[in-house]
C-alpha cells in the first residue's frame, strides 16, 4: 500500500467556472469553420454563382459595345481611352459588388426561414468573428466572380483589360466588396423574407451600382447630376478599380480610399451592434 496520499485536483485546475470563457483570445478554429462553411455553401453551385456572372457581364460588355460602338472615344482623367476598355473594370467591379451583396443578404435570412439560425447563433464565436466569417466569405466569392469575369474579358477579342496597377486593382475591390458584404449583412439581419432582400436589391443596390460611373463618364453630367454621382459611394469603388486598369480615374484616388474605408466602418459598427443585440435573430 503506498504511503503517498493521492494528488486531489483543484475543480479550477480541470475546468472554468461557471460564466468564465475558456476561449480567452480568437477562436482560430470556429472562426476558420464558419468561413469554409460559407466558401464551400455557393462552391456548391459555382456554375450559378461564379460562372453565371461571368456570362451577364461578358453579355453586357458585348451588348453596349456593339450598340454604342467598342472603338468610340471616352476622355477618363485626362487621359483617352476606347469605350471597351472604359467598360471593362467597371463591369468587373459591378459584378464583384452584386455577388458579394447575394452572398451575405443570403446567409442569415435562409437560416431564419428554415429555422437553422441556430446554427451560427450557438456556436463559441464572439459577435466579431461571425461578423468576420461572414464578411469573409462574401468577399472570397467576389474576388472569385472577379477572376472570372476577367478571365472571360481578357479572351474577349477588342477588349484591353490588363491589370497595370495590381495594388489599386486588390485594394479597391477589396474596399467594394467589404461595403457592399456588410450592405448584405444588414439587409439579412432585417429581412424576415425573400421579397425583402429582394426590395434592397431593385432599390438599393441596382441604382446604387448603375449610377455610379460604370457605363459613362461622370465628368459628361450635368453640374447637379455629377453631385449626385459623388454622393454615391459606388462611384469611388468604381473609380478606383478603373485606375488599377487605365492609369487615370474620375476621382482622386486617395479621396476616394477615405470615403469608402468611413462608410465601412460605420457599416461594420452598425451590423456588430446589431449581431450583438440579436436584433430579429433571437426571436
Request: charged share 10%; aromatic share 10%; hydrophobic share 55%.
Amino acid at each position: 500500500m503506498s504511503s503517498q496520499s493521492p494528488r486531489i485536483e483543484k475543480p479550477s485546475a480541470i475546468r472554468s467556472a461557471p460564466g468564465v470563457p475558456t476561449i480567452r483570445s480568437v477562436n482560430w478554429g470556429g472562426l476558420r469553420t464558419l468561413y469554409i462553411k460559407e466558401v464551400r455553401r455557393f462552391f456548391k453551385v459555382q456554375l450559378q454563382t461564379i460562372w453565371a456572372p461571368a456570362i451577364s457581364q461578358l453579355l453586357l460588355l458585348v451588348v453596349f459595345t456593339t450598340a454604342l460602338g467598342a472603338s468610340g472615344a471616352v476622355h477618363v482623367g485626362g487621359t483617352t481611352v476606347t469605350f471597351a476598355d472604359f467598360i471593362a473594370p467597371g463591369l468587373i467591379v459591378m459584378g464583384m459588388l452584386n455577388n458579394a451583396f447575394a452572398n451575405a443578404s443570403f446567409s442569415l435570412l435562409v437560416g431564419k426561414m428554415q429555422g437553422t439560425i441556430v446554427d451560427y447563433l450557438m456556436p463559441p464565436l464572439s459577435t466579431a468573428e461571425l461578423l468576420a466569417g461572414l464578411v469573409g466569405g462574401a468577399v472570397t466569392r467576389a474576388f472569385c466572380v472577379g477572376a472570372a469575369i476577367w478571365l472571360a474579358m481578357a479572351l474577349w477579342p477588342g477588349v484591353h483589360a490588363t491589370p497595370r496597377m495590381i495594388p489599386a486593382i486588390a485594394w479597391f475591390g477589396l474596399l467594394g466588396s467589404v461595403f457592399m458584404a456588410l450592405l448584405g449583412l444588414l439587409t439579412s439581419i432585417w429581412a424576415e423574407k425573400f421579397d425583402h432582400a429582394a426590395a434592397v436589391t431593385n432599390f438599393v443596390v441596382a441604382p446604387l451600382a448603375l449610377l455610379s460611373g460604370t457605363f459613362y463618364s461622370v465628368d459628361r453630367l450635368a453640374p447637379a447630376f455629377r453631385a449626385v454621382s459623388h454622393a454615391n459611394p459606388v462611384f469611388y469603388v468604381i473609380s478606383g478599380f478603373r485606375y488599377g486598369f487605365l492609369g487615370a480615374a474620375d476621382s482622386p484616388v486617395l479621396l476616394g480610399s477615405i470615403v469608402i474605408l468611413a462608410v465601412d466602418a460605420v457599416l461594420a459598427i452598425a451590423c456588430y451592434l446589431l449581431l450583438k443585440s440579436g436584433w430579429k435573430l433571437k426571436n
